[in-house]
Every structure is written in C-alpha cells, then in structure tokens.
C-alpha cells in the first residue's frame, strides 16, 4: 500500500532531480525585443490631451509613469498616475514578448473600472514605433476596441496616441500622451 509519505518521497524525489538536470544558464533569457520594450522603461513625465464622449472638447492634464523590466527582464511594469474629472486615476500595465505566438502580449487594468484589457502589439521594423491592439469590457460591458502606437522621439522623449473604434471601424483620437523622462 502506497503511504502518502511515500507519494511525498517520490514526487521530491523527482523534481530535485529535474530541478539537478536544468542548469541556470539553460533557462530562457530576455532577447533582442526584450531589449525594445526596455527603452519605455524608466520614469516619466505625462501630458495629457484627451477627447472623451460627451465633453466639451479636449481636457488636458498631467501625470506619471514608472514603468521597468521585471520578472527576469521579460516584462516591461507600468503603473501610471493622473487626474481626471477631479478623481485619481491608476492604471496598470504588463507586457511582454510572447516568443509562442511572435508578438507582444499584456494586460492593462485601471480605476475607471473592473474590467482587464487584453493587449496585442508589434514595433515597426526601426524599432522607433509600437503598435498595439487593445480589447475589453466598454462602460456597457460589451467589447471595446483601441488602437495605439508609441513613437520613441529620443530616448527622453516618447509620445502615446490611442484611437477608439465606433460600430462602422471608423476611428478617432481619444488620448494622445507626451512623455519626457524625468532627469
């Protein structure tokens, strides 16, 4: 009769075995897009100029980001702070190079709501822009699709543009951000 003792025996057993058969430097290691996503890392200076529905016309405001390379140097942690309407706004972001399906991959959640925006995205061939597709739940909690792209100016300067789609594909801008990293 097998004891749960013994279950725990072998079980141990084996993964200090695997664990002995993979040595540190066979473990993957952040690549060349690793590398791109780092040039967004650091901390930044936000101004904002946004078009939401139902105001009258744009409202600007500031704000910040401190965004790094975690997790072993595969993701690229952003958390953003802001105002908008006179109430404190938080996003978070994570995004990563998902070597299994050749494209950048994240999540952005945020206090304006509940819901998790799922993120798709690619930089141009110079490396100088990165586009990205976003989805997840509108204020009605059917789905909603962005467009961005984030040009890289210098390194202390970036700019973030996001577009919103309405129900014919027709776009328009809804936030643009001018970045100057903080000295």
């Known amino acids: 009769m097998i004891t749960r003792v013994t279950v725990f025996a072998i079980a141990t057993t084996f993964l200090f ?35 939401f529905p139902g105001t009258d016309g744009p409202i600007e405001t500031t704000g910040s980001q401190t965004s790094k390379m975690d997790l072993g140097g595969f993701f690229l942690v952003a958390d953003f702070k802001s105002e908008f309407f006179g109430q404190p706004f938080q996003g978070h972001g994570i995004t990563g190079y998902d070597p299994f ?3 950048y991959t994240g999540v952005w959640i945020d206090s304006m709501g509940p ?7 690619e930089f141009t061939k110079d490396g100088k822009t990165y586009n990205e597709t976003m989805t997840g739940p509108g204020p009605d909690g059917k789905p909603i699709k962005f467009r961005s792209e984030i040009k890289l100016k210098d390194d202390d ?8 789609q ?18």
């Open 17 to 51: 075995s695997a664990a002995s058969l993979v040595a540190e430097d066979e473990f993957p290691q952040p690549g060349p897009e690793h590398k791109r996503l780092a040039k967004m890392a650091g901390e930044w200076e936000a101004k904002l100029t946004c078009n």
């Open 101 to 103: 399906q050749k494209k």
């Open 115 to 121: 819901g998790v925006y799922r993120t798709e995205g």
């Open 157 to 164: 300067h970036m700019t973030f543009t996001m577009y919103t």
């Open 166 to 183: 309405d129900d014919k594909g027709k776009e328009s801008q809804m936030m643009k951000i001018e970045y100057t990293r903080k000295k």
